[in-house]
């Protein structure tokens, strides 16, 4: 049985065309991502232009927001070095450990053995629809791996896919021949296990329901056909920001720290698993507030001007309204401001507001608390939801030296987490664009959607 909608042509086709893939050079399928990548960051190239008005369309972003997620995210995938294809080999070297083990056998770690990395037959890539980068961060890498990709989308974004796939086949064709548009309702149980009983992996993006809904349906097909097919889910995420003492106790670095933090609140218009939603400030005491929470909405205001904030669903907007008029009837510390806000942004300073709770559209809460013990107390309750931290740290602070000494990140002696367990913590600027070769969520990109292959080399046995 075939999902709700596929076109079963269109899936033959692709199955068909792997075998042929697989036999191409890993440089025959670089060169025409690295080439389709070009295409999308010249600004004059109609394929750009026409993706900036459909993604105006789809999600509601002002076009100066989609050009510099375009610019980032297909930025991390050709770098800005003189080979355009060193991101990717880096990608390959950090996941792989030996770039050219993608289709192609090397010596293995054992005398006489060797391996290699092949795709799945079948990938079926479900994807949210909230923050258009990931949906290239994982149509390009699934072009990599020369998976045959079944992908469902958001509704909103199926244009930007049907276009994303004209892209490829006008660079190459069959590598475009591996993407298969699948759609079904995720209510619609007998749908979603005829597409999942189609692939090998699964990979989802968003909700917790709907990664527990595709977790739950993987386990029924393969209960039913004995395979075991594995599902990769990517649920809901929420990320901070911290301000040394350091930093905010002097006002140069308070206002470049608060520029850089206004750009990763901005961007996707604070939608996105790696936009902070609070900011804490390390020992800052009730009369700090006034000075933090000035420049943390002024930077806010600036970054508002150079990226307009786009099209607002009116149940945000009530909700929003009626959050902030909470915190205003609410008070601060007496006589002093508790709440900076106009139509589009807001800060709000409430160390006791669940983080998982905030409302987004360029609103963070500040909390001054003491550090770490107090960042730990107030993250622990949260922590299977935490994506990013970003920082702003004294010059003289490494940040692998805060990673190490915080205790955010700590592991016990049998690798459990002991820290609230963040997955990543970068400087503040970098939030919202991490490089192609870190983790997703702690995990790989590409690597989910391949198998390794090892044999023994007649006469090199020790």
């Not at 004059?44 to 369309?57: S, V």
């Not at 979603?192 to 809904?213: K, M, N, Q, S």
């Not at 996105?272 to 609070?278: A, D, F, I, K, R």
């Not at 099209?311 to 915190?327: G, K």
């Amino acid at each position: 049985m075939l999902p709700t909608v596929i076109d079963a042509p269109r899936l033959a086709r692709a199955i068909a065309v792997q075998p042929e893939l697989l036999q191409r050079p890993l440089q025959g399928v670089i060169d025409p991502i690295v080439g389709l990548c070009q295409r999308w960051c010249q600004p004059a190239d109609p394929l750009r232009q026409r993706t900036i008005t459909l993604l105006e369309e789809c999600t509601g972003h002002h076009p100066s927001v989609i050009a510099w997620g375009l610019d980032t995210t297909i930025g991390s995938w050709i770098g800005q070095q003189r080979d355009e294809a060193a991101a990717i080999r880096e990608l390959l070297q950090a996941e792989l450990t030996q770039p050219a083990s993608l289709g192609t056998w090397v010596p293995g770690f054992r005398p006489g053995e060797e391996y290699r990395w092949v795709p799945v037959s079948v990938t079926l890539q479900i994807l949210a629809g909230n923050v258009f980068a990931a949906l290239f961060h994982q149509l390009l890498a699934g072009v990599l791996s020369r998976s045959v990709q079944l992908v469902r989308c958001a509704s909103g974004q199926k244009p930007m896919l049907a276009l994303f796939i004209e892209g490829l086949s006008q660079v190459d064709p069959d590598l475009a021949a591996l993407l298969v548009p699948v759609t079904f309702d995720h209510q619609d149980t007998e749908a979603l296990d005829a597409a999942v009983a189609l692939a090998d992996v699964i990979t989802i993006t968003g909700a917790d329901a709907a990664v527990e809904a595709v977790t739950y349906a993987t386990a029924r097909v393969n209960a039913a056909d004995g395979r075991g097919r594995v599902v990769h889910g990517f649920g809901h995420r929420v990320s901070a920001a911290y301000l040394a003492h350091a930093i905010w106790h002097d006002p140069e670095r308070l206002v470049l720290a608060a520029s850089a933090l206004a750009i990763d609140t901005c961007a996707y218009d604070q939608q996105g698993c790696l936009s902070p939603h609070v900011v804490f400030a390390e020992d800052a005491l009730p009369t700090d507030l006034p000075v933090i929470g000035a420049a943390l909405f002024a930077a806010l205001q600036e970054q508002t001007v150079r990226w307009p904030v786009g099209v607002r669903h009116p149940a945000f907007l009530s909700a929003r309204r009626a959050w902030l008029d909470t915190h205003r009837m609410r008070g601060g510390h007496p006589g002093l401001p508790h709440c900076w806000a106009d139509d589009n942004i807001a800060v709000v300073t409430d160390p006791d507001t669940p983080i998982k709770l905030l409302p987004g559209g360029r609103t963070l809460v500040l909390a001054p608390v003491g550090f770490p013990q107090g960042v730990l107390e107030r993250l622990r309750p949260w922590q299977q939801w935490l994506g990013t931290l970003g920082v702003a740290l004294h010059p003289a602070v490494p940040l692998k030296g805060f990673r190490q000494s915080s205790g955010l990140f700590g592991k016990g002696p049998s690798g459990e987490v002991t820290g609230p367990g963040f997955n990543r913590v970068c400087v503040l600027g970098q939030m919202q664009t991490p490089s192609l070769s870190e983790p997703h969520d702690g995990r790989p990109r590409l690597r989910l959607m391949l198998r390794q292959e090892k044999r023994q080399v007649a006469g090199k046995s020790s």
